[in-house]
C-alpha cells in the first residue's frame, strides 16, 4: 500500500519548491522582535496553514480554479506581486518601523501563503492527485505532502537558535538578505506566469 517512486518524486519537487533551507532567513526576518515562543507558534500556524491550503487544493484544486475561472499563470502572477510588495517592505526596513506590525500574524499571509503554500506547490499537488492512481499512489502522495510539512516545521522551529546567536545587528542583515531573497522569488514568479500566458496565446 505505498509507492516510493511516487513518494518521493513528489517529496522531491515540494522541496525544490517550498525550500526549506531558502525559506529559513525569510522566517527570521519576518519574526524577528517578537518572544521565542510566539515566534515557535507562528512556525507550527505557518505550516499548519499551508498544509491545510494544500489539502484543500489537493482535494478541489481544479474544481476551485474553474469555478472562479482563474488560471494557472493568473495565480502565479497574482501570488508573485504579493510577494514583491512583502520583500520591499523587507528591504526598505518598513517592517521594523510600524508599531501595528508586530501584531500582525505573518505566518497566515506571506508565510502559510503564498510562500509556503504558493502556486507551485499548489499545481503541484493537484496534478500529483490526479496523476496517483490507485490506493497505494494516493497513499504515497498524502504521505508525501505530509512529510514536506514536516521537514519545514522542524526547520523553522529550529532555526530560531540562530536569532539568539546573530544578535539584533545580525537580524538586520538577515532581514535586507531575505528582502532580496524573496524578491528575486516574486518576480521570477511573474516571469513564469507571464511566459505561461505568452505561450498558451
Given at each position: ?57 489537493g ?8 469555478y ?33 506590525t ?11 501563503m ?5 502556486p ?5 499537488v ?20 505530509v ?13 530560531l ?6 544578535k ?7 532581514t ?15 516571469i513564469?506566469g ?8
Open positions: 500500500m505505498f509507492d516510493a517512486a511516487v513518494f518521493g518524486s513528489l517529496f522531491l519537487t515540494l522541496f525544490v519548491i517550498m525550500d526549506p533551507p531558502g525559506i529559513t532567513p525569510i522566517f527570521l526576518a519576518l519574526t524577528s522582535g517578537r518572544p521565542a515562543k510566539v515566534q515557535r507558534r507562528m512556525a507550527w500556524q505557518a505550516v499548519a496553514v499551508a498544509f491545510g491550503v494544500i489539502t484543500v487544493f482535494i478541489l484544486g481544479q474544481q476551485i480554479l474553474d472562479l475561472h482563474v488560471s494557472v499563470p493568473a495565480l502565479m502572477i497574482a501570488g508573485g506581486l504579493l510577494l514583491l510588495l512583502i520583500a520591499l517592505d523587507l528591504l526598505t526596513g518598513k517592517t521594523d518601523e510600524p508599531k501595528q508586530k501584531d500582525v500574524n505573518v505566518a497566515l499571509v506571506p508565510l502559510g503564498p510562500l509556503l503554500a504558493g507551485g506547490a499548489i499545481v503541484s493537484i496534478l500529483a492527485v490526479q496523476h496517483a492512481e490507485g490506493a497505494a499512489a494516493q497513499v504515497s502522495v498524502w504521505a508525501a505532502i512529510a514536506m510539512h514536516a521537514v519545514l516545521w522542524l526547520t523553522m522551529r529550529y532555526s537558535v540562530i536569532i539568539r546567536l546573530i539584533d545587528g545580525g537580524v538586520v542583515l538577515v535586507r538578505l531575505a528582502g532580496m531573497m524573496l524578491s528575486a522569488i516574486a518576480v521570477q514568479q511573474i513564469n507571464i511566459t505561461q500566458v505568452v505561450q498558451g496565446a
